[in-house]
């Protein structure tokens, strides 16, 4: 049946598949995010609403949906919102940590926030996108993992926390992905043959390979408390050579 999903982060890269499959399934979907020129040709492509706003402000995207509830009832929301920040700890400063914490856990939490009080009474389905380095030990990945691991305790208590009011919150785990925010590492060779020896399926991953698994969450009405992931063996086998 054709359902109201949010995006929020919706002009990121993962996004893109991901909406085309919903609407090509008839789904009805607003897009949340902060670029106005991006986000605008987005909504004028597919012809569905849009909201600019910063998607890490919990109050502002707690009023975006409550605007959107005086149209639709809200079923699903998908938080893309995500960031790369790769310095070891002793080079990081307040400003860095606070930003990667923001753009990552506060967008999600925000999220969780405002989806949950959307679908207190109908049910629905919350997908946060979180990172394969929450669950191992990369270098220089100290404030990006911290939050990304942040994400993963979020999902499994607010998926404890709401059960009962048949809301599933799920994580979907990517690793390196070809993206606008791994563009830079991967348009350097040394920095591309690095990403791709760790991955053991030796290739980076594409945005279906994450949109897929995402649209199956959507469709799931028996999964909750999950962290799903979408990287190529990187967090699960080491390849010796």
């Excluded at 991006?38 to 910063?54: F, K, Y």
């Excluded at 699903?76 to 990552?104: Q, R």
């Amino acid at each position: 049946m054709p359902q109201t999903i949010v995006f929020i982060g919706a002009t990121s890269t993962i996004a893109q598949p991901c909406i085309d499959s919903c609407i090509a399934q008839g789904h009805h979907v607003t897009l949340l995010g902060r670029d106005a020129a991006l986000l605008t040709t987005l909504s004028q492509r597919i012809n569905m609403p849009m909201h600019v706003l910063d998607c890490s402000d919990i109050d502002a995207v707690s009023q975006c949906f409550l605007t959107i509830q005086e149209t639709h009832t809200i079923e699903a929301v998908v938080c893309f919102v995500g960031s790369f920040m790769l310095k070891p700890a002793h080079l990081l400063t307040a400003k860095d940590w606070e930003k990667t914490i923001a753009t990552n856990l506060t967008s999600a939490f925000a999220a969780v926030h405002a989806g949950t009080k959307a679908m207190l009474k109908t049910g629905g389905n919350i997908v946060l996108l979180t990172s394969a380095v929450a669950d191992i030990g990369l270098l220089n990945h100290e404030a990006i993992s911290a939050a990304k691991a942040g994400v993963i305790g979020l999902a499994k208590a607010a998926a404890a926390t709401y059960a009962a009011c048949g809301i599933r919150v799920n994580c979907v785990a990517p690793g390196m992905v070809r993206s606008k925010l791994s563009e830079r590492i991967l348009a350097n060779p040394q920095g591309r043959e690095i990403s791709l020896r760790a991955h053991p399926l030796g290739r980076v991953g594409e945005p279906n390979d994450v949109a897929q698994v995402i649209n199956m969450l959507l469709q799931s009405s028996w999964i909750t408390g999950e962290v799903i992931k979408v990287d190529g063996g990187l967090s699960t086998c080491k390849i010796v050579k």
